[in-house]
């Protein structure tokens, strides 16, 4: 049976996509060409920001001091699911070397990038975790060199986001925001290196900047607005699901929310509770909820498990919660989310913030294609191979055998000069 929509979203008028690649473009250019003068112009125009650019070593090394000290063993104990998990990541891909023929060897090899700009969101939130998530990651990869940019506020860098990516591994930080801070970091501006792959979430003006740039600069992914999709039956707790969707339209207004159930008492029961919880958080936040799920929230009525599985897998979600029964049977049948999130005693809340895995994940369902940010972003693999000289006859006649039927004789002759005589010269001997 079809799908039932208890609520749909009307979703939101066009941005103004071609309006935003025009402006990312011609700032672009002009920050090419004027290079750090035009960053400090942006910065004071766009951010209000007119004190220095790069933050002092001593200022990232003593940040922690600004703050509780609870906090500062919270971001630690963050950092440390962060570092332990990136780790596992690095250690199960691995190096090798294989003897495909006799004499015929190839391999792999995992090569650290030389430098990763790492960007921070500003704007309505301190974006601690965004900070840990990205810089720990590249570090755990092997990079050498770890730049970050974020947005200064009218105080500067909030210090618990100065101390997060001082923990996590960046010795150089630039208080730039939006195309400039991309920019910066992928031209290495003010005294640090050019980026060889940007990573981390940022507005449209930010994704579109690092789509414009990708070709020469490596990117993690383009990302749109932040999604969550929770997938729940008889089973689920309403408070518990209402209170999760009400999180992630925290984020704002463009933030997509879905909920679908097979158990209508429980779509209904959570339809109530949305409204009521997101008028309970201060605002900001509340304006934020609430136009998120007026918006983009949709809730809907599922036939099976079967039914919800496949709608999450043409929706490709960036975040999928599963609150239902047989987490095990979840974990094997979904094929397409940034990150999974199995059982109630789990939240999105918990992978943003602190539980280990990396919250930089594919959005706008790209998540049919791709995962999400981690330690293969900062890492090239690359390949080799050698010949001995008990591989050459077949190697060599296969090879320039196929290169003519191509029509490339100089390929051809190629292969067959490692040959003694080669064949195309015996003719002439």
């Given at each position: 049976m079809p799908v039932t929509y208890l609520k749909t979203a009307p979703g939101l008028p066009p941005e103004g996509a071609a309006d935003i690649k025009d402006t990312v473009q011609i700032m672009l250019a002009r920050l090419r060409a004027g290079g750090e003068e035009a960053a400090r112009d942006y910065a004071r125009r766009l951010d209000g920001w007119q004190q220095e650019v790069v933050v002092p070593e001593a200022s990232l090394a003593r940040a922690h001091r600004a703050l509780p000290v609870t906090l500062v063993e919270?971001?630690?104990?963050?950092?440390?699911?962060?570092?332990?998990?990136?780790?596992?990541?690095?250690?199960?891909?691995?190096?090798?070397?294989?003897?495909?023929?006799?004499?015929?060897?190839?391999?792999?090899?995992?090569?650290?990038?030389?430098?990763?700009?790492?960007?921070?969101?500003?704007?309505?939130?301190?974006?601690?975790?965004?900070?840990?998530?990205?810089?720990?990651?590249?570090?755990?990869?092997?990079?050498?060199?770890?730049?970050?940019?974020?947005?200064?506020?009218?105080?500067?860098?909030?210090?618990?986001?100065?101390?997060?990516?001082?923990?996590?591994?960046?010795?150089?930080?630039?208080?730039?925001?939006?195309?400039?801070?991309?920019?910066?970091?992928?031209?290495?501006?003010?005294?640090?290196?050019?980026?060889?792959?940007?990573?981390?979430?940022?507005?449209?003006?930010?994704?579109?900047?690092?789509?414009?740039?990708?070709?020469?600069?490596?990117?993690?992914?383009?990302?749109?607005?932040?999604?969550?999709?929770?997938?729940?039956?008889?089973?689920?707790?309403?408070?518990?699901?209402?209170?999760?969707?009400?999180?992630?339209?925290?984020?704002?207004?463009?933030?997509?929310?879905?909920?679908?159930?097979?158990?209508r008492p429980l779509a209904e029961a959570v339809l109530a509770l949305v409204p009521l919880l997101a008028e309970a958080l201060p605002e900001p936040n509340r304006a934020a909820a609430r136009a998120a799920w007026a918006q983009m929230g949709e809730v809907m009525l599922a036939a099976s498990p079967e039914e919800m599985a496949d709608l999450a897998d043409r929706y490709a979600p960036e975040h999928l919660h599963v609150m239902a029964a047989d987490p095990g049977w979840w974990r094997g049948r979904l094929r397409a989310y940034g990150s999974l999130f199995l059982g109630a005693e789990t939240t999105v809340a918990f992978g943003d913030k602190a539980a280990g895995p990396n919250h930089v994940l594919p959005t706008g369902g790209a998540a049919r294609h791709t995962g999400g940010l981690s330690v293969l972003k900062f890492l090239k693999c690359v390949t080799w191979q050698q010949a001995a000289p008990a591989a050459l006859p077949e190697l060599a006649r296969a090879s320039a055998a196929i290169s003519r039927a191509e029509g490339m004789e100089g390929h051809a002759r190629s292969a067959e000069a490692r040959l003694v005589p080669p064949p195309h010269l015996r003719a002439c001997g």
């Open positions: 919270d971001i630690a104990y963050a950092h440390a699911n962060i570092r332990a998990f990136a780790e596992a990541q690095r250690g199960s891909v691995q190096e090798f070397e294989v003897e495909l023929r006799p004499g015929l060897r190839a391999g792999q090899r995992l090569i650290p990038v030389d430098c990763a700009g790492c960007y921070v969101p500003g704007g309505r939130y301190a974006h601690i975790a965004s900070a840990l998530m990205t810089v720990t990651t590249a570090r755990a990869a092997g990079v050498a060199q770890v730049v970050a940019a974020t947005p200064p506020g009218p105080e500067g860098i909030p210090p618990a986001v100065l101390h997060a990516l001082h923990l996590a591994g960046a010795r150089r930080v630039l208080a730039l925001g939006g195309v400039q801070g991309i920019a910066a970091l992928a031209f290495g501006l003010f005294g640090g290196p050019a980026a060889d792959i940007l990573a981390g979430p940022g507005n449209a003006y930010v994704a579109e900047a690092k789509r414009q740039l990708f070709g020469p600069v490596g990117i993690d992914m383009v990302a749109g607005p932040t999604d969550v999709m929770i997938l729940a039956d008889a089973s689920a707790d309403p408070q518990r699901v209402a209170a999760d969707l009400v999180a992630q339209a925290e984020h704002g207004a463009t933030s997509p929310c879905w909920l679908v159930t097979t158990h």
